[in-house]
């Protein structure tokens, strides 16, 4: 079972935005579809994208006449219960525009399904708080959003006050280092993860939102409640009376939960089951996660003094660093690191990554494993694998040890055992004469090179535990540090 982001819960109205690049809310009584057809489009488009897995079409342009855009149209129509002609008729829009969670509402989201603490007791945490609400008030809106699952089910909740804690409730801004950033004001409210190793099960709220106890701004009790729900293991319910369906309602009856919310939460958590869960993130030395069958994993220790990395690349303003199918994120604006099974981030990367790297101007990277390589853009995996001969790979090249881009030259460097090859990312061609030996071009650096990165002028050969600083200018090896000294250790 894959851990992913349950919810990015995060009630919205969809204007311009690929999944996890978040539109714009308003108020339901401000909204009133377009009469415009290319903006009407243009707001289905983007919709089907991010909750229905709609897919670019290759030449960029998608006509609403297309068969794979109707069909889309008509998924989305049949899962809110309506005429499902596969136009875009005034209610369909009405729909498109109202504000809404913004995890997807079919396939990928059907993998979710089970997921589950192995366990009755869960604590939860509480970092950062929001500037909107006293911290008393946060406290109380959060422990009575839990109460709402406590009392449906045998459930006990139990705050702590460390990050250990199986569920970490933060309010952030921005880029906050889990690969779904938020969008300032009046946009994503709000985003949390399912039960798991790492960040499974933590909740954040956008702190650029107007966060209150009543009905005006965002209810943060209202919020909070569906958000937990998804940080339990539920899934978004075709049900309208549904604390989890997908838009938000600014007014709940009492009895915030319906039968249907009580008997899925029931059905996951009443009796225990005996088969193989998670575990509190760090109360085991193992952490089961799932990755195509049930098999324990050893949780890593970034700390170990022989410690080493598959990859390590940037992916916007964070560094991600790759072991075998574990993943570290480090961002460059917050003290504490992310980590877990690299399906927790990106649940279409099923395996290990060998290379990988980071093209600024493209705000895109790739993620290399042996012959195949993934494209990461914003926060999502664009489409299916692409094979590595796409650059210009001899038919021999299989696979590669690292990668880097230099963004001073435009080049991406691709390293092999003791050779290197210079690809132009300006005319997307391997450059001539090419490939060199790394030791003739990279002195000092004589062995198999596991990753590679670029900053601040200078390229990070990650070698074994060890990283050589490398002055690609002046062409020598100005120092050497520990692998692990990069995650704080």
Known sequence: ???????????????????????????VGEISPSTEPQVDLKLATEYLQQYYNLQEEPMGRIKRSSPIFTSKVKDMQIFFGLNATGALDSDTLEVM????????????????????????????????????????????????????????????????????????????????????????PRGTLAHA????????????????????????GFNLFIVAAHEFGHALGLKHSTNPESLMYPTYKS??????????????????YSPVRGRPGYFSRYGSQYNPWVSGSLVPRLMQ???????????????????????ERYLWIKHNEQYDIKEGPITNFMPKIETSIDAAFWVPRRSTAYLIHESMFWTVR????????????????????????????????????????????????????????????????????????????YKDGFIHFFVGPQVYKFDYTQKYVVGVEKANSWLGC
Not at 22 to 27: G, H, K, N, S, V
Not at 100 to 125: A, F, H, M
Not at 306 to 320: E, Y
């Open 301 to 323: 220790n970034k700390c170990d003094a022989d410690l080493t990395f598959d990859a390590v690349s940037t992916l916007g303003d964070a560094t991600f660093f790759f072991k």
């Open 193 to 216: 993860f399912g039960p798991g190793l790492g960040v499974g099960g933590d909740t954040h709220f956008d702190d650029d939102e107007h966060w209150t106890a009543g009905e005006t």
């Open 97 to 184: 525009s109202t504000p809404r969670c913004g995890v997807p509402d079919v396939e990928e989201l059907s993998l979710i399904q089970g997921t589950r603490w192995n366990k009755n007791v869960i604590t939860y945490s509480i970092g950062r708080y929001t500037r909107d609400l006293p911290r008393y008030t946060v406290d109380s809106l959060v422990d009575s959003a839990f109460s709402v699952w406590a009392r449906a089910s045998g459930l006990t909740f139990v705050r702590s006050h460390t990050r250990s804690a199986d569920i970490m409730v933060e309010f952030l801004t921005n880029q906050h280092g889990d690969l779904y950033p938020f969008d300032g």
């Open 251 to 268: 007014s709940r009856p009492a009895n915030i939960l319906s039968r249907e919310d009580v008997a899925n939460i029931n059905a996951l």
């Open 1 to 27: 079972m894959h851990v992913m982001l349950l919810s990015c819960c995060v009630l919205v109205l969809l204007m311009p935005g690929p999944c996890f690049t978040a539109p714009t809310f308003m108020p």
């Open 378 to 453: 914003g926060s999502l995996v664009k489409g299916k694998p692409r094979a590595l001969s796409h650059f210009g790979f001899p038919a021999w090249v299989q696979d590669v040890d690292a990668a880097v881009h230099i963004v001073k030259t435009g080049r991406t460097l691709f390293f092999m055992h003791d050779i290197y090859w210079s690809y132009n990312e300006n005319r997307r061609v391997m450059d001539f004469g090419y490939p060199k030996y790394i030791g003739e071009d990279f002195p000092g650096v004589n062995t198999t090179i596991n990753a590679a990165l």
